[in-house]
T-cell receptor, first 109, second 115 residues
Framework: TQLLEQSPQFLSIQEGENLTVYCNSSSVFSSLQWYRQEPGEGPVLLVTVVTGGEVKKLKRLTFQFGDARKDSSLHITAAQPGDTGLYLCAGVKGFKTIFGAGTRLFVKA | GAVVSQHPSWVICKSGTSVKIECRSLDFQATTMFWYRQFPKQSLMLMAT?????????EQGVEKDKFLINHASLTLSTLTVTSAHPEDSSFYICSAPTSEPYEQYFGPGTRLTVT
């Protein structure tokens, strides 16, 4: 069974704090994606990382793909209430996408 | 990015009736689409893979006779919830992948409430 473990499952922080979300697997992925979902809406693709060790930045969000392409992290700097939502990582292997269980982030003003 | 639409965005139906949900890829073609179910405050649960021109592939525990999937064209997949019951009430989301790179794009979801 290919699992993509995501942690933490829930995170409640104050505005301005930093946080990191992790996705780990024993499987090697050809690429990995991060999504953000707000209540009542579908997930929105934030980034795709493809190369081992790749780092991508999206404003205050930094995404990293592990050297072995088995894990990834999402770091948010100076979190804002607008960052509140469900963050999902998804590993791609062939034509199969495996989703993590999600991290529910709540940023308090 | 690619755009996927879903219709309707919400629907209320009576127990025993059937409901059809449409998923369309608006600016790209998709030979495969995916249907998910999401319960409150939980992650996505893959229900089935919709294959254009052939039968859908259902995940373990998903009743194929209850959740009918049709993928008649490269831009449209439909999910029909047959003989709906209150326990079928949920948030249903579809996705379609682009090929290069292989990325899933999600529809906005359909909130189904069965009374």
């Amino acid at each position: 069974t290919q699992l993509l473990e995501q942690s933490p499952q829930f995170l409640s922080i104050q505005e301005g704090e930093n946080l990191t979300v992790y996705c780990n697997s024993s499987s090697v992925f050809s690429s990995l994606q991060w999504y953000r979902q707000e209540p009542g809406e579908g997930p929105v693709l934030l980034v795709t990382v493809v190369t081992g060790g790749e780092v991508k930045k999206l404003k205050r969000l930094t995404f990293q793909f592990g050297d072995a392409r088995k894990d990834s992290s999402l770091h948010i700097t100076a979190a804002q209430p607008g960052d509140t939502g469900l963050y999902l990582c998804a590993g791609v292997k062939g034509f199969k996408t495996i989703f993590g269980a999600g991290t529910r982030l709540f940023v308090k003003a | 990015g690619a755009v996927v639409s879903q219709h309707p965005s919400w629907v209320i139906c009576k127990s025993g009736t059937s409901v059809k949900i449409e998923c369309r890829s608006l600016d790209f073609q998709a030979t495969t689409m995916f249907w998910y179910r999401q319960f409150p405050k939980q992650s996505l649960m893959l229900m089935a893979t919709s294959n254009e021109g052939s039968k859908a592939t259902y995940e373990q525990g998903v009743e194929k006779d209850k959740f009918l999937i049709n993928h008649a064209s490269l831009t449209l997949s439909t999910l029909t919830v047959t003989s709906a019951h209150p326990e079928d009430s949920s948030f249903y989301i579809c996705s379609a992948p682009t090929s290069e790179p292989y990325e899933q794009y999600f529809g906005p979801g359909t909130r189904l409430t069965v009374t």
